[in-house]
């Protein structure tokens, strides 16, 4: 598989992922905010690239060692990065994926509201599970 492309909703952010697609839905608090809802996100082996549009990015420090990018035109969500760049995913909805991909990866299981549930069979990280992954080696 050779990646996706996609954009923003307007159109004035373009990206590129590059090579094999990993998704991963994160419960925590900030990504519900951040989203409405749980954040459903992919990664590439090769890593993202924005292809066009780069001046149209805005970039929003949500924690000490993440933030978080999003179109200044439309406004939409589009990335989530750790500080040093080494763990970089981007919003499924913004990139035309193959059929067939299923989530990976819950992360912040345990801070997951009761108002809805996850009942697949993927992984299902805890908060002190996901700070551990990032502590050691990066994302998994």
Request: a negative charge; one cysteine or more; hydrophobic letters at 30%.
């Amino acid at each position: 598989m050779s990646g996706s492309s996609g954009q923003c909703l307007c159109g004035a952010v373009k990206i590129q992922g590059k090579g094999a697609p990993d998704i991963g839905s994160c419960h925590c608090e900030m990504c519900r905010r951040w989203h409405g809802g749980p954040a459903v996100s992919v990664g590439f082996e090769g890593g993202i690239e924005i292809t066009e549009g780069k001046a149209n990015v805005g970039w929003y420090q949500s924690s000490e060692w993440a933030e978080r990018g999003f179109c200044k035109t439309c406004g939409s969500t589009l990335f989530y990065r750790t500080l040093d760049g080494a763990y970089w995913m981007g919003e499924t909805g913004s990139f035309d994926l193959p059929e067939g991909l299923k989530i990976n990866r819950h992360y912040f299981i345990d801070q997951k509201p009761d108002y809805y549930d996850v009942k697949d069979d993927a992984k299902k990280l805890t908060g002190a599970e996901v700070m551990a992954m990032f502590a050691s080696d990066g994302a998994e």
